[in-house]
């Protein structure tokens, strides 16, 4: 069986005999595993509390702290009640067996040892360790994802909020928005199906329900959504995206995720009386789609990590709107998802007043049949 870690795993062996130390180090050093050995029980728990392995080989007897309490001590302390304990024993008693597994062993290997049992072992045990790591990622993920999405609910939610308010204001009447009050409820319906179906973050690198779909109609539509922020803050749009371009898209993410993220932080990032310019352009094998603010800006060190789900780039809006942090990184794992790309330029109101602003530039692939 071949070991399919991708890092150095870290593997305590403990056993009271030197020589049985050295025959244990020569044979997983084969496995490129960082050994780390203890002489007893007492050296064995305080190595462990020193840095934690991945694995533990213990031998049974030793004087002092024998291997079962030391097991059982470990296994007692949330720390370290994750770490696989295998034990390496001359014994073959039925009751030293019980006792191991009864303390929280995983496996019980018995001396002499065949080195390719061994090795066997150890590498299922390591193998299954990654695959546990690995399970852990992608429940993570599906939590950051459904986290990222319950988020984007919001702006259609408050989109509704905002022309509920237009008609109490008397600015239009209802029957003027209710089929707009309709479409953005339905947007709500489906960016919840989106969660269920798109649970986990590297699933969102199939989408299956890619179409081409024209551009315009759908940043009308996102724009729209955000129809009384853009009022509050007398925010002119600027739209040049010629009819007829068309993208290769999944449009429900499209509009709900990646657009309406984009519109929001260039309207919640703008300064009152203000522009905000959404561009595109066909190319030869992609259309470039520009959305451009003269707002505040984005400092120089938080750019490069502005697409990184693990730091946090959250900040206020002009009007100290809140946002998440969450919106950017997975607008890039979408757009790259469809086959594009994101790229961001920005430079801080504190670095330069009159050049101030952002300008996110994103490469759409075209429909299969006009590529080329």
């Not at 025959?23 to 050994?35: A, G, H, R, Y």
């Not at 599906?142 to 319950?150: A, G």
């Not at 989408?207 to 539509?221: I, N, R």
């Not at 290769?248 to 703008?270: D, G, I, M, P, Q």
Request: proline content about 5%; overall charge negative; glycine content about 6%.
């Amino acid at each position: 069986m071949e070991l399919t870690q991708s890092v150095q795993r870290k593997v305590l062996v403990v056993d009271d005999i030197a020589f049985n130390r050295r025959v244990l180090e020569k044979i997983l050093s084969k496995q490129n595993f960082d050994i780390t050995k203890a002489s007893s029980g007492e050296e064995a728990l305080m190595r462990v509390e020193k840095e934690i392995p991945d694995l533990i080989l213990l031998d049974l007897k030793m004087p002092g702290i024998n291997g079962i309490e030391v097991c059982k001590r470990l296994k007692a302390d949330r720390r370290f009640r994750h770490i696989p304990i295998m034990f390496l024993t001359a014994s073959n008693e039925l009751d030293d067996m019980r006792d191991a597994f009864q303390a929280g062993a995983i496996d019980y290997i018995t001396k002499p040892f065949i080195a390719a049992e061994l090795h066997a072992r150890v590498t299922t045990q390591i193998n299954a360790l990654d695959q546990a790591e690995r399970m852990m990622k992608k429940v993570e993920e599906q939590q950051e994802m459904i986290h990222i999405l319950s988020h984007d609910l919001k702006n259609p939610i408050v989109a509704c909020r905002g022309l509920v308010e237009l008609t109490e204001d008397g600015d239009v009447s209802f029957g003027m928005v209710s089929k707009t009050l309709i479409r953005t409820l339905d947007q709500c319906v489906s960016i919840i199906e989106l969660v269920r179906k798109r649970g986990l973050m590297d699933e969102v690198t199939s989408m299956p329900d890619m179409q081409a779909q024209e551009l315009l109609p759908m940043v009308k539509e996102s724009l729209y959504l955000f129809e009384r922020n853009l009022r509050d803050k007398h925010i002119q749009v600027n739209l040049n995206v010629p009819s007829g371009i068309t993208v290769f898209v999944e449009r429900v993410s499209f509009v709900n995720v990646v657009l309406s993220n984009l519109v929001s932080n260039a309207v919640k990032y703008s300064y009152p009386d203000s522009q905000v310019e959404v561009e595109a352009v066909q190319k030869e094998s992609y259309v470039e789609l520009l959305i451009r603010d003269h707002g505040m800006g984005i400092p120089q060190y938080m750019v490069p990590v502005i697409f990184d789900p693990h730091k946090m780039t959250r900040r206020p809006g002009t009007a100290k709107e809140q946002g998440t942090g969450y919106g950017m990184p997975l607008v890039k794992k979408l757009v790259e998802s469809y086959g594009g790309q994101i790229g961001i330029e920005s430079v801080a109101r504190s670095e330069d007043m009159e050049q101030a602003g952002t300008t996110v530039a994103l490469h759409l692939p075209l429909p299969p049949s006009v590529e080329g």
